[in-house]
């Protein structure tokens, strides 16, 4: 199966500034996948990120809050745009859905805005 | 859009018994189901996938249509399975679509 590579591994942050998570895969992958972990709560998709063109966002996230870049098949940023406490949450990518390996997961970003 | 709930946010029972983890399921057509599994401090990872119909860790789960279940088993619990365990369904062929969590916790 596929191997992530997810940094930064954590972070406190002020509210209103904004941070960059990077997503590397050891493979090429067609598609990625942005997960939110809010305290205490399951695994949200955020947007899936396609290679060559715009990321597709799920009901409740957008663009300008969570800009999404996958510049090849191997890389992906996910920004977290002018910071609230709110936003405090892991931050996880994901790639998959090949043969019997089913979704590999980062190890996730921490966030906490102050 | 296909959904999956698991019931029990929290599950506690004696090292040695039997352990079944619920998941219940909406989709109207053949699901693709998953376990995934997140041990303290470590990164989510795949237990069972439904179509493989593999036992990992002596875990097994059957897809029953007719219930649409998914249940995660074990017959005899062990202090190492103690973790967070989520039910997970395939939307749209590509996104991975989660359950809220079960946090199973195995008594000494």
């Known amino acids: 199966s596929a191997v992530i590579s997810q940094k930064p591994s954590r972070d406190i942050c002020q509210r209103g500034t904004s941070l960059t998570i990077q997503c590397q895969v050891d493979?090429?992958?067609?598609?990625m996948f942005w997960y939110r972990q809010q305290p205490g709560q399951s695994l949200t998709l955020i947007a899936t990120?396609?290679?060559?063109?715009?990321?597709?966002?799920e009901s409740g996230f957008v663009i300008d809050k969570f800009p999404i870049s996958r510049p090849n098949l191997t890389f992906s940023t996910l920004t977290v745009s002018n910071m609230s406490p709110e936003d405090s949450s892991i931050y996880l990518c994901?790639?998959?859905?090949?043969?019997?390996?089913?979704?590999?997961f980062g190890s996730g970003t921490r966030l906490t805005v102050v | 859009a296909q959904r999956v709930t698991q019931p029990e946010k929290l599950l506690s029972v004696f090292k040695g018994a039997p352990v079944e983890l619920k998941c219940n399921y909406s989709y109207s057509g053949s699901p693709e189901l998953f376990w995934y599994v997140q041990y303290s401090r470590q990164r989510l990872q795949l237990l069972l996938r439904?179509?493989s119909r593999e036992s990992i860790k002596g875990f097994t789960a059957d897809l029953n249509k007719g219930e649409t279940s998914f249940h995660l088993k074990k017959p005899f619990a062990q202090e190492e399975d103690s973790a967070m365990y989520y039910c997970g369904v395939l939307q749209g062929a590509q996104k991975l679509v989660f359950g809220q969590g079960t946090r199973l916790t195995i008594n000494p």
């Open positions: 990120a396609n290679q060559g063109s715009e990321a597709t966002y």
């Open positions: 439904h179509i």
């Open positions: 493979s090429q992958v067609t598609m």
């Open positions: 994901s790639v998959g859905g090949y043969g019997n390996y089913g979704y590999t």
